[in-house]
RNA sequence: GCCCCUGUGGCGGAAUGGUAGACGCGCUCGACUCAAAAUCGAGUUCCUAACCGGAGUGUCCGUUCGAGUCGGACCAGGGGCACCA
């Protein structure tokens, strides 16, 4: 049993093994404890790629080492089927986006299985089967009856590209994230989840989620912007000959006051116009009466939403002839405009504006010729320090402002919300930046949206007996748009109402419906409802979830969200859905570019006798940044070549070695060679350094033992680079130590510890040293805490905190006796130069400091 | 603009306030070989030919017997949000 470790035959041989013993199906009644162990599923978009196969890897060993730590372990696989892509393929290629999606899925399933990963593919599930997605219908029509879903006519984010609306979070830097188009703004009537019910519950769950990276919790707190303010109303008056104007009218009788928000309600007397958003039911009335306060509503309209536009746009407005009668002085009159920089969807849609110390209201006050009128001071400055260039933000005390006056900020702001409230004019608030989930897409390749539209009675939902709403199979892409829309014998329906001719909703959920319950799916999978509460409860939440950053914001708070809805219905007592998170860096590569600038993938690069990278045609190649891997930089390495090379264990050894697991990853060939000659050191001693030899090796054992605490504590961090580089260190040692009983233990130990990083390599390695069973199934090493300590310890002597020399000592030498071997070394002594140290500084068994 | 993170050898990175550079990659030298590959051994922060020694964790300042680690200011790189009142 010698000669090198064969991973072509050794991977497929204890796959099929692991297959045939049912390993990895996880029994929800076992009397074991339980642990769900979960990674990101994947877009079938037809072969992984190395980010999947880290993040995979990752979850794949805290899978297996919680299995062999005893734990019941649920790790499950599934994939996020719906999506664009299959439709661009239907239009590209004409084949249909079930074909194209389910080859791709067999496809990726048969790469994911030559890694060894240890799944329980019994419970795989694919968005787009209806078993899944009508069960998903059923939901929605839970959350419907409960009061959260509604429909709306809306602004929306439209895509002229892929010819469908996006969520705001699908609109990067005002450009559609999939096609990089432009985003228009478009009215069409939506499905909304009430996402915004649970805004408070969402932020302040955030604080429970200890085992998540502050990173993300900050971001999904900023995304929620949450903002303490005060909610007011002022009264609108006309002035002289203008109320006569129909517009003044038309205003007046839409509305005679006009509500805002503010988080500064202690600049209350800097205020010095009221200014309404150009879609506020007030601008709309006056502009049904003037043409040119249409026209300027329409003008701002026109603007486009990328971030350019936004942010080279400037300040405008248009006096609606309008005053607002100011809360706390009636004779105080404050212009009513109507303001491009004012959005509806935030607070009431409409601001006061303080120049002094907001700078949009200062901007817009320059240019409009305003009062910009300073209410806080700071201590250098007085109630008439003009201000500057731009607004002033920072602490100070209230100046200018009558019963406010000396106040701090905090303290003018508790006053007026006091003020309004007991007047009767306002009260304290909280805004949020969080919209509600528009869930609607106007595309095929969704979940379709269980309602139907009747003519007389509205929306109506499908009745349950008629779920699952299949998505019909015969449809055409050759012209863009929604084929559901253009598919009438699917489109026609009956009210379930009133019985008469209806029509059914053509729109389908945006994916991230989908991959906001799959978790919960996993868990337990009925074919009569969604899940077994009892059952998914006895996994939720997810204990470790392993995924992309890119997910933050997206996914997570709609996961989130959807738990605490499903919670809210009685359906799941779970708060979260995930008790860990961990967000895994990105596979990056170098990037190359030829002599005339395109991109060159890295099997078109070499390099010459020279060491100069050149090209196919010998051209020389510039070497550019490393950079995540990706299509258009062609930095991209496959890995199904890769594991058919070196083997699946060496890559997964690769993907945990080296880089900390939340950092990126540089792909080298080196690195992927370092693995695997690792792989064969492990083989050579499992082969040779097992049966051989007797008697104790107390440092190696004292070396073992201490390995086996440090990669334990290392997996249980998720610090697999640590884990790596204690198994390096151990190899290297038993490597070294000459033969005895305690060396063949040590290798026994080290495949155990070797087994979740590289498990096929452990199997066949368990087969050789003649060991029971499979090594999957066999136990973690325990440690003996008395042998984690050397009875030997290296003392460090400093002079001033500089090193200079090592004491060996016994370990608990006491204070006296180290301090006086210290000051007996010669080193130290050249240093002290005959003085007597000033103070001595002993750390027991780790060093003397000695104060010259 | 606001919020956050990260700066350590040629490279990826280790280091409960206590011997900076574990481990891997790369490189150098050596062994084996007719030769090469593979493998094994030794070395590898910088300055000093070498020793002795000195410098050193982005920069500056501070706290401390002692700072990569704690505090402050700055510089550089990266990320998130962004007309959110």
Redesign the pocket.
Known sequence: MTGRFDPAVADVRWQKRWEDERCFIADTDSGKPKTYVLEMFPYPSGRIHMGHVRNYTMGDVLARYRRMQGFEVLHPMGWDAFGMPAENAAMERGVHPDGWTRSNIAAMRDQLKRLGFALDWSREVATCDPEYYGHEQALFLDLYEAGLVYRKESEVNWDPVDHTVLA??QV?DGKGWRSGAPVERRKLSQWFLKITDFADELVDGLKTLDAWP??VK??QE??I?R?D?LRFRFKLVGEGAECDYPWVKAALACSPEVE?????PDTIFGASFVAV?PDHPFAEAIASQNPDAARFIADCKS?GTS?EA??S?Q?RGFATGLEAIHPLDPEWRLPVWIA????????????FG?PAH????F?FAREYDLPIRRVVARPDQDKDTPIGDEAEHGEGVIVNSGFLDGLSVEEAQDAVIRRAEEGGWGKRET???LRDWGVSRQRYWGTPIPMIHCSGCGPVPVPREQLPVLLPENVSFDIPGNPLDRNESWKHATCPKCGGDARRETDTFDTFVDSSWYFVRFASQPMDKPFDKADAESWLPVDQYIGG??H??LHLLYARFWTRALKHIGRLDIDEPFKGLFTQGMVTHETYRGIDGRWLSPDEVRKDDSGQLIDAAGASVTRGRVEKMSKSKRNTVDPEPIVAKYGADAVRWFML????PE????W?I??I???A??V??VW?LATTASAEGEGADPALTRKLHRTIAAVGEAIDAL?F??A??QL??LV?AI??APPSASRAEAVRVLVRLAAPMAPHLAEESWAALGQDGLVANAEWPKFDPALLVEDQ??L?V?V?????D?LTVPRGLDRTEAESLALASE?VQ?QLGGEPPR?V?V?PD??V?I?A
Do not use: C, H
Request: no cysteine.
């Open positions: 705001n979070e990067i502050d990173k900050l971001m900023n995304w912007g903002s303010g805002v928000f503010t988080t500064r958003s603007v971030e936004i942010e746009q300040k491009n920089f004012v959005l509806m969807e935030y607070g009431t849609g409409a601001i303080v907001d700078q949009r209201d901007e805004a949020y930046r950053v890119e933050a914001i070695s080296d880089s900390p950092r990126d990853l540089e080298s080196g690195g060679e370092g693995a000659r690792f064969q050191r050579k610090q680079n640590k790596v580089a390096y260190e290297s490597e070294k310890v290296t460090a400093q001033n905190g500089k090193l200079r090592t080193k050249r103070k500084i750390v780790r060093l400091n104060v």
